[in-house]
């Protein structure tokens, strides 16, 4: 069992920047995937950045160059620095977890998540 908690996420402006943070308990392994999910009301949950266990990262087309994922496994940390808020960026933003990281870039294969926080980016 893994337990995620989200923090940092809240009201920004266009153009703003935002940390959120995601601070990981429980079983781990070796190998471990990192991401970041958003959702926005009426639509589904979707990867917007992932990090492997070995640094590489990735991002969705639109977040690149804005959004920037990193990981603190000391602390079992992960990261997301927000800069260049758009207000389609507004969502539910979770964080996730990927026991094994082949793959992980991809969103469908991410095996537990945060309860989420909110990040509204105002125009």
């Known amino acids: 069992q893994v337990q995620l908690v989200e923090s940092g996420g809240g009201l920004v402006q266009a153009g703003g920047s935002l940390r959120l943070s995601c601070a990981a308990s429980?079983?781990?392994?070796?190998?471990?995937?990192m991401g970041w999910f958003r959702q926005a009301p009426g639509k589904e949950r979707a990867l917007v950045a992932a990090?492997?266990?070995?640094?590489?990262?990735y991002y969705a087309d639109s977040v690149k160059g804005r959004l920037t994922i990193s990981r603190d496994n000391a602390k079992n940390m992960v990261y997301l620095q927000m800069n260049s808020l758009k207000p389609d960026d507004t969502a539910v933003y979770y964080c996730?977890?990927?026991?094994?990281?082949?793959?992980?870039?991809?969103?469908?294969?991410?095996?537990?998540w945060g309860q989420g926080t909110q990040v509204t980016v105002s125009s």
């Open positions: 429980g079983r781990t392994f070796s190998g471990v995937a």
């Open positions: 990090i492997s266990s070995g640094g590489s990262t």
């Open positions: 996730a977890v990927k026991m094994y990281d082949r793959r992980y870039y991809d969103g469908a294969s991410y095996d537990y």
